[in-house]
């Protein structure tokens, strides 16, 4: 597979769950059945690993389908096209169906066989199918293929907002919840290409408990996490180094310039990073369960550093308010409000 990280994951997540899709359009007269779906199939001679095939029946043969999406063309992909369905087809025994899918356009035709020539003859041809989305862009809008909405972001000529809304309607059209799901983190993760990420999470608030469960989302939330504890730390650093030149000088006269240098940087880089994971902390909550409990707007200076990470970890992890307030007044030692 081609290696462009942004849009990994979330084609790993239609090929998983929309693979009869994608048949269809490279099949539009033919009427597959998925079987069964394969799960990091490993190839030998040599070892490769693909994400995901499946098993399908059409009448009564069944063949192995295998899915390889590309950005944009490279030069090797036809040769690795083959190689890709003589391994599966010495794996499996079967009869192997391999779809190549593009996003991106291309001025030229895109290849889609693979040749072996002596001389000007052609001795040994591979051909596969090829779809290519970015053609299917007014059908994804209209609602044929609503599965394919997280991608219609990067498909339009101009982002935007309306073209993010029309997405998210498609979505939530969508009646089964896992893909519901794992639709919406997907087009959180296509439209950060284009859009700040915390719009995208005001965007989506009202789907984040939905997209709780996607793996890579808490991944995502758990990333933010800790650039906002670093921010705190680099924020307390940076306070702490001036509060300690300041104190230190004014302590310099009766204990030293180097100790009240040392205590100003250690008060100042807690005391930032205190502020920005409570910060954080009041964020998640708000966006999470949509309101913030008194006791938690009201926080009290004494609270450690080592807590508020405790209660950002809650926050992430609890499915209601009142189970995240129930355990973060344990944590602080709070009477039951």
């Known amino acids: 597979?081609?290696?462009?990280?942004?849009?990994?994951?979330?084609?790993?997540?239609?090929?998983?769950d929309y693979v009869i899709s994608f048949l269809r359009l490279a099949f539009p007269n033919l009427n597959f059945d998925l079987v069964e779906t394969l799960k990091n199939v490993e190839l030998t001679l040599p070892e490769r690993r693909v994400?995901?095939?499946?098993?399908?029946?059409?009448?009564?043969?069944?063949?192995?389908?295998?899915?390889?999406?590309?950005?944009?063309?490279?030069?090797?992909?036809?040769?690795?096209?083959?190689?890709?369905?003589a391994l599966l087809s010495l794996q499996f025994d079967r009869p192997v169906i391999s779809l190549a899918l593009y996003l991106k356009p291309r001025r030229t035709p895109v290849p889609q066989e693979y040749t072996v020539k002596v001389g000007g003859t052609v001795v040994n041809c591979f051909r596969y199918p090829v779809i290519k989305l970015w053609e299917l862009k007014e059908e994804i809008w209209e609602g044929k293929y609503r599965e394919l909405a997280p991608l219609l972001i990067s498909l339009v000529e101009k982002p935007s907002e309306e073209v993010l809304a029309r997405e998210k309607e498609l979505i939530l059209g969508e009646k089964d919840s896992r893909k519901r799901a794992d639709l919406l983190a997907a087009a959180v993760t296509v439209a950060s290409r284009y859009f700040p990420r915390d719009f995208l999470w005001e965007f989506f608030k009202e789907?984040?408990?939905?997209?709780?469960?996607?793996?890579?989302?808490?991944?995502?939330?758990?990333?933010?996490?800790?650039?906002?504890?670093?921010?705190?730390?680099?924020?307390?650093?940076?306070?702490?180094?001036?509060?300690?030149?300041?104190?230190?000088?004014?302590?310099?006269?009766q204990q030293g310039l180097q100790q009240g240098l040392q205590e100003g940087l250690i008060k100042g880089l807690s005391q930032g990073r205190k502020e920005e994971a409570l910060r954080v902390l009041r964020k998640i909550i708000l966006k999470r369960f949509g309101s913030l409990p008194e006791w938690l707007a009201?926080?009290?200076?004494?609270?450690?550093?080592?807590?508020?990470?405790?209660?950002?970890?809650?926050?992430?992890?609890?499915?209601?308010?009142?189970?995240?307030?129930?355990?973060?007044?344990?944590?602080?030692?709070?009477?039951?409000?």
Do not use: C
């Open 1 to 16: 597979m081609a290696t462009f990280n942004l849009f990994d994951r979330v084609l790993k997540i239609l090929a998983r």
């Open 51 to 85: 994400d995901f095939v499946h098993k399908a029946r059409l009448g009564d043969k069944e063949y192995i389908v295998h899915l390889e999406f590309q950005l944009r063309h490279e030069r090797h992909f036809p040769k690795r096209m083959f190689e890709y369905s």
């Open 207 to 253: 789907e984040i408990d939905e997209m709780k469960n996607v793996s890579f989302i808490q991944e995502w939330l758990e990333e933010e996490r800790r650039k906002a504890l670093q921010t705190g730390f680099q924020a307390g650093r940076e306070q702490g180094l001036q509060q300690g030149l300041q104190e230190g000088l004014q302590q310099g006269l």
């Open 298 to 337: 009201e926080a009290p200076d004494g609270w450690e550093i080592e807590q508020l990470e405790i209660l950002l970890d809650l926050a992430l992890e609890m499915n209601t308010l009142k189970e995240f307030e129930s355990e973060a007044r344990k944590i602080l030692g709070l009477s039951g409000g």
